[in-house]
């Protein structure tokens, strides 16, 4: 079966069940279609005129958990949406999914000896569908080679490189931004499938678009990289307006079930020196998550944070705070002694700008650094112990508060 034989193959099923039938990919955008038989709803006709339907009817099909059906299911109507009910019919191949056979049954009339020749249609048509998913794969950058271009070996570096100019994937990256997506919320497998779906769709989403200057890759499940080429330099205005709509887009295809935050590397002068600009990519993405709590970051957001970050996160703990930090945290359970004495430090141990900011009176605000200095037998008027006291209570920003005191 070829490229038209899938179509013959959906034109056929819609003809015989007298129902609209589609062929999406994984990510639900529209690949095959058949005509109309009076059943169309508000999301058929848009993605019918439109080729794409709408973000948010993607994010609640994928919230179904349909990436990882295996046998057809009903995706429920949806009234708000203007969605009607459909049969989805996994198109799998040697268990890989390479899209969904959806039918239209808004009053779910469909006869078991319908739905089986649903079933067998997805089963007739997933062997010529992975032909052109393969074809396809062979035809764009393998995302192994955007890895190994941002990797730290740097023979894996311009061997990646070389393998981009040959394929003539290097388009107008003059000037290279990164950003790195990262998506977060509670797993489970569905979870998980949807949100790597979602994170790939709007990863791609460029490229279906016609926007050929980027390239992407997903650095392992729930996080992404995307490299925007550009022939003069990016702006950090620009680069942020373009990476809110993609986190928008993600939300939208979230269905409420995780939310993303994402952070921009600055702009380097071509794909040669992408790595540096994927590195504080990433460490402004993990200030996105932690410290700054935002949904966008840039790398000039990071600040005096960038140092710290660079430890692992899952090296992140009490254990590794300064003694100074920890003989503090032993007799202040609650941590207002440590509150305290962080926003003094932050206005460099200015006392009226402290107590403004902790809105209390100066008097209260030295007699509480007394009693810091009592309790833990730290001198306050010695440099290196306010140095070790201020980078600590900073650490503290990035240990997770659900990790035990």
Request: aromatic share 4%.
């Amino acid at each position: 079966m070829t490229d038209d034989g899938i179509q013959i193959a959906v034109d056929e099923l819609a003809e015989h069940l007298r129902r609209s039938v589609v062929i999406n990919d994984p990510g639900v955008h529209l690949l095959y279609s058949s005509v109309h038989f009076g059943d169309e709803d508000q999301i058929r006709v848009q993605a019918f005129l439109k080729r794409a339907a709408d973000t948010k009817a993607i994010g609640y099909v994928l919230a179904q958990g349909v990436s990882t059906w295996t046998t057809p299911g009903v995706i429920p109507a949806n009234e708000e949406m203007g969605m009607k009910a459909r049969v989805c019919a996994p198109i799998r191949w040697r268990g890989e999914l390479l899209g969904q056979l959806m039918v239209l049954d808004a009053d779910r009339s469909l006869t078991t000896a319908e739905l089986s020749l649903i079933n067998q249609t997805a089963k007739d048509v997933a062997a010529a569908m992975a032909v052109e998913v393969q074809r396809e794969a062979d035809s764009k950058v393998q995302e192994q080679t955007v890895l190994d271009l941002v990797g730290r070996e740097a023979v894996l570096r311009r061997r990646a490189l070389a393998e981009l100019a040959a394929s003539h994937a290097l388009g107008h990256f003059e000037n290279v931004t990164a950003v790195e997506f990262w998506v977060r919320g509670t797993w489970d497998s569905a979870t998980a499938s949807h949100a790597d779906a979602a994170l790939r769709a709007v990863l791609t989403m460029g490229l279906r678009q016609g926007r050929g200057t980027q390239l992407h890759a997903m650095v392992a499940s729930a996080t992404g990289l995307l490299l925007l080429g550009s022939a003069v330099p990016l702006g950090e205005a620009t680069a942020r307006v373009h990476v809110q709509k993609m986190i928008d887009q993600l939300e939208d295809l979230s269905s409420g079930r995780f939310g993303c935050v994402a952070g921009i590397g600055p702009c380097v002068p071509g794909l040669e020196q992408a790595y540096k600009t994927v590195r504080q990519a990433h460490l402004a993405r993990r200030a996105a998550a932690t410290v700054l709590d935002t949904p966008v970051a840039t790398w000039t957001d990071v600040g005096p944070y960038a140092l710290l970050l660079r430890i692992p996160d899952e090296d992140l703990s009490e254990d590794i705070l300064p003694e100074e930090v920890r003989r503090l945290l032993a007799v202040d359970p609650d941590r207002n002694l440590a509150k305290t004495l962080r926003v003094y430090l932050d206005h460099a141990c200015n006392g009226p700008a402290a107590s403004d900011a902790l809105h209390i009176h100066r008097t209260t605000l030295y007699y509480r650094l007394g009693r810091i200095a009592t309790l833990t037998g730290l001198d306050l008027s010695e440099g290196r112990t306010r140095l070790s006291l201020h980078l600590g209570l900073t650490m503290l920003d990035l240990i997770p508060v659900d990790h035990p005191h």
